[in-house]
């Protein structure tokens, strides 16, 4: 698959009266495309940074980076990216057909493509009813899901989303997560920004964790989730198999006649279904528990503190 | 190009903001003057209401300047609305171009109709079309042209009050630019001269717009003068212009 | 290279091109100006292109002046005089203004009066023919000073639409001024052009009374010839 965010040693230093802020650290990154990028990182990491650089609102400090193969200020390349900025400021002043019209137009769509596509987006957001509503009489709410639709109105290859579900109702929040997994359905990349981990955990494929302006962890989701502990239920177990087996699990419980037996290291799984055949039980099921990407994030946190 | 529709949605945000009771105030102003003069002046209630329009659009005109001047840009950056619009495949030469052309349509627009209202009365008054009076309208039109795009550059660099400030300095500076000559050579200290010479060389002289007093006269003015004029002032405003876009190049929008 | 030109260089190219711009044409649009006498003093009040209104406004003051002082003696021929010429220092095309300041003080202040018309005069070129009438005047009535008087009617003859007392006037300006030939000439112009009646009467008075004079007084012989012959085809035409 191909590479379609590329940074190289990206840094970001903010100049302020009191102090300088290195709010990006020699971030050097990789998306393919194709996925969706979870960008997860604790509150000031530097995530709406990247996004600011990349999209060249801000210029970096030191380093490049590439989109699609273009370099960053390449007007050309956001012909096909979306954004969705974190605070959903917009024009305050236009409806949010008109507000839709308004990048259709930006976009040299013609008339009908416009009218097509703002009537596609409003529905897929939800908004229909709202269609001749000012934004300024928007909720939050209702705010962010007109800048998922603006964010598509050019039927982006790449979808830059800063936080896009966070004031979102639970029901809205399922509506963009599925929303965003038909994005990448499409065979679109989609850079979600967030901190609801469970929402990154449920749809992205990939994640980056950046804290303090660094990267400390990236993969995808399945290969960084370590397996935490591995659950194994069995059967006719005798005291002298169950004292064997103590020696080697965490625990070791007895639910409904079976028996529940928590086994934390991967390589004492081997022996311990040994240990039961060979005593006479027999086991019904082995699940390995993975990590929970908060578990990752807290401990991936911890470890760079 | 993208200058078209970034312009066109400055312009209905403009209308929407209700500009419009300026033109009302405006017209409040001259029907007002027309009748109050006519006790004070000895037959010359005419010259008098012709003159308190002109400059009552004068006024209107450059307050509706500077205050969509001041306003188009910053407010794009402080409320963040820029960033979708710089998401897009906009040039940062497109945003400034689109922006200073919205700001100057809404004010050409609303002097337009002040300049409608304006010809009406004097047309009733006078009892014949009073067409001779757009000669010194146009000229104030391109002078409102210049004080948009210097609101528009020192709204680039600073707050929209402090721009505000400096754009009426402008606009009272760049009609007594004719008086710095004559204080470069009074000046005591060479820092005054200095800057006396700074603005003198700098500044647009604004005076150049006027001909409001010839106009009313009804003085005979060739057109090369009034064609001469409008470009210098289009220059002036393209200077603006080459200037924010300098500004907002280099700027960063976090 | 090329494209860092292009994007950084050509601004300020743009800018320096345009500034270069500026300068002959500010110059072009100072030389119309002369040229048209559109160009002002350096006015004392400050009015930042509100000067007409500022002029209007004393113009207005002044009014109330007027009607406020009985008599005018030296002071208020000072105080008035300064008014209207910071009015027309504002408004340099406000005719009313030069008349009325000129006639305001064309008996006790003649001289004051001939000043502020003949500014007016100065910053108009095609001012009615009443303002230069009006320092006429002052000139002939009230200074007494005929040559002066008729500098200021030969401006106000000029005008298509002056009245013909006015030809009159400067007829008898030459007159007194001691030009008798040329004020003979005008007289038998203005015999001659006369449209109405009483006009033409008017004028066969002065020229017998003229002629008169000259044949009686009048050293130069020619001209004594010449006021002879003229009264003779007058009186034949008659
Ligand atoms: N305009 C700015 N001027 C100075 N410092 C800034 C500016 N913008 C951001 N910063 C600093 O840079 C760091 C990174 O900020 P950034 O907005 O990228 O964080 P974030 O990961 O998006 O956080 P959040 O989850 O709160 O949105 C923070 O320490 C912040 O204080
Ligand atoms: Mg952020």
Redesign the interface.
């Known amino acids: 698959m191909a590479v379609i965010i590329k940074t190289e040693a990206l840094s970001k230093v903010?100049n302020t009266r009191n102090k300088n802020t290195q709010a990006l650290d020699n971030l050097t990154l990789e998306v393919e495309s194709g996925c969706i990028f979870g960008y997860l990182g604790p509150n000031g990491a530097g995530k709406t940074?990247t996004i600011?650089i990349l999209?060249?609102?801000?210029?970096p400090t030191y380093g490049r980076a590439w989109i699609m193969g273009k370099e960053i200020g390449d007007?050309?390349a956001?012909?096909k990216?979306?954004?969705m900025?974190e605070?959903p400021?917009?024009?305050t002043?236009?409806t949010s057909w008109e507000f839709l019209d308004?990048?259709g137009?930006?976009?040299h769509l013609d008339k009908t493509t416009r009218r097509n596509r703002t009537e596609k987006l409003l529905e897929m957001v939800g908004l229909k009813k709202e269609q001749k509503t000012l934004l300024k009489n928007f909720s939050r709410g209702m705010l962010q899901r007109i800048?998922i639709a603006?964010a598509l109105i050019?039927e982006p290859d790449l979808v830059?989303l800063d936080e896009p579900i966070a004031s979102l109702d639970p029901i809205g929040r399922r509506e963009i997560r599925t929303l965003i997994k038909k994005i990448k359905a499409q065979g679109k990349t989609v850079f979600f920004c967030s901190h609801i981990l469970s929402d990154v955990e449920q749809i992205c494929d990939e994640v980056a964790i950046l804290k303090e302006g660094r990267l400390i962890e990236k993969g995808p989701l399945n290969k960084l989730l370590n397996v935490k502990e591995i659950e194994v239920i069995a059967q006719g177990l005798n005291s002298e198999t169950l004292e064997a087996i103590n020696k080697l699990s965490k625990k070791t419980t007895s639910v409904d006649g079976n028996w529940q037996i928590i086994i934390e290291k991967e390589k004492d799984l081997p022996s311990t279904l040994d240990i039961i055949q060979k005593g006479g039980g027999r086991y019904l099921s082995v699940v390995p528990h993975k990590e929970t990407l908060e578990e990752l994030f807290f401990s991936d946190i911890e470890k760079n503190v | 190009m993208?200058i078209w529709?970034?312009a066109q949605?400055s312009f209905?945000?403009s209308m929407?903001?209700k500009i419009l009771y300026v033109i009302v105030i405006f017209s409040f102003i001259t029907i007002l003057s027309a009748l109050l003069?006519k006790t004070?002046?000895?037959?010359?209630e005419v010259?008098?209401m012709k003159?308190?329009g002109?400059?009552a659009m004068?006024v209107l005109g450059v307050l509706v300047a500077i205050f969509t001047g001041t306003n188009s840009i910053s407010r794009e950056i402080d409320?963040?609305?820029i960033?979708?619009?710089?998401?897009?495949?906009?040039?940062r030469s497109e945003f400034v171009l689109g922006k200073f052309l919205g700001a100057g349509l809404t004010t050409l627009f609303n002097l337009a109709i002040m300049t409608i209202g304006f010809l009406i009365i004097v047309a009733i008054v006078e009892k014949g079309a009073p067409f001779y009076l757009l000669k010194a309208i146009v000229l104030t039109a391109v002078e409102l042209l210049i004080l948009v795009s210097a609101s528009i550059f020192f709204s680039t660099i600073f707050p929209q009050a402090i721009s505000t400030i400096f754009a009426l300095l402008l606009?009272?500076v760049g009609?007594?630019t004719?008086?710095l000559p004559?204080l470069i050579s009074k000046a005591e200290t060479i820092g005054t001269k200095i800057i006396a010479s700074i603005f003198y060389y700098l500044l647009p002289?604004?005076?150049?717009?006027?001909?409001?007093?010839?106009v009313?006269?009804n003085?005979?003015?060739?057109v090369?003068?009034i064609l001469?004029?409008i470009?210098?002032g289009i220059?002036?405003a393209?200077?603006g212009v080459?200037?924010s876009?300098?500004v907002i190049?280099g700027k960063?929008?976090? | 290279m090329n494209k860092i030109f292009f994007?950084?260089g050509i601004?300020?190219l743009?800018?320096i091109v345009?500034?270069l711009?500026?300068k002959p044409?500010?110059l072009?649009?100072d030389d119309?100006?002369r040229i048209?006498g559109?160009e002002?003093a350096?006015v004392a009040t400050?009015?930042?292109?509100?000067?007409?209104?500022l002029?209007?406004i004393l113009?207005?003051k002044a009014?109330q002046y007027l009607g406020g002082i009985p008599k005018i003696t030296e002071v208020e021929g000072a105080v008035i005089y300064k008014m209207f010429d910071r009015i027309t220092d504002?408004?340099?095309?406000?005719?009313?203004a030069y008349k009325l300041g000129g006639l305001t003080l064309s008996v006790e202040e003649s001289e004051k009066a001939i000043s502020l018309l003949e500014k007016g005069i100065i910053n108009?070129k095609n001012i009615e023919w009443t303002v230069p009438y009006y320092a006429s005047i002052s000139a002939f009535f009230h200074l007494k000073d005929y040559k002066e008087a008729m500098r200021f009617l030969e401006i106000a003859v000029k005008a298509p639409d002056h009245p013909p007392h006015i030809d009159r006037l400067l007829a008898t300006a030459n007159n007194l001024a001691g030009y008798k030939e040329l004020s003979l000439d005008m007289w038998q112009d203005i015999y001659k052009n006369a449209a109405q009646n009483y006009e033409k009467d008017l004028a066969y008075k002065n020229l017998v009374k003229l002629s008169e004079e000259i044949i009686q007084s009048h050293p130069d012989k020619d001209l004594k010839e010449k006021a002879k012959a003229m009264l003779k085809d007058v009186e034949i035409k008659r």
Request: aromatic share 18%.
């Open positions: 903010y940074t600011n999209l060249d609102f801000i210029k007007v050309k956001k012909e990216i979306g954004f900025p605070n400021y917009f024009y002043h236009l308004f990048f137009r930006i976009f800048g603006q050019n830059f | 993208n529709p970034i949605s209905k945000e929407r903001q003069y004070l002046a000895i037959n010359q010259k008098l003159d308190v002109l400059a004068v409320s963040k609305t960033h979708t619009l710089l998401a897009k495949p906009v040039k606009f009272l009609h007594v004719n008086l004559y002289n604004l005076q150049y717009f006027n001909l409001r007093a010839e009313v006269n003085l005979s003015i060739p090369s003068l001469l004029t470009i210098y220059l002036y393209a200077i080459v200037l876009i300098f190049r960063d929008f976090a | 994007k950084w601004i300020p743009c800018f345009l500034v711009l500026l044409i500010s072009s649009i119309i100006r048209q559109l002002r350096v400050p009015n930042f292109g509100f000067d007409t209104i002029a209007d113009w207005v009014i504002l408004d340099p095309q406000f005719t009313e108009n």
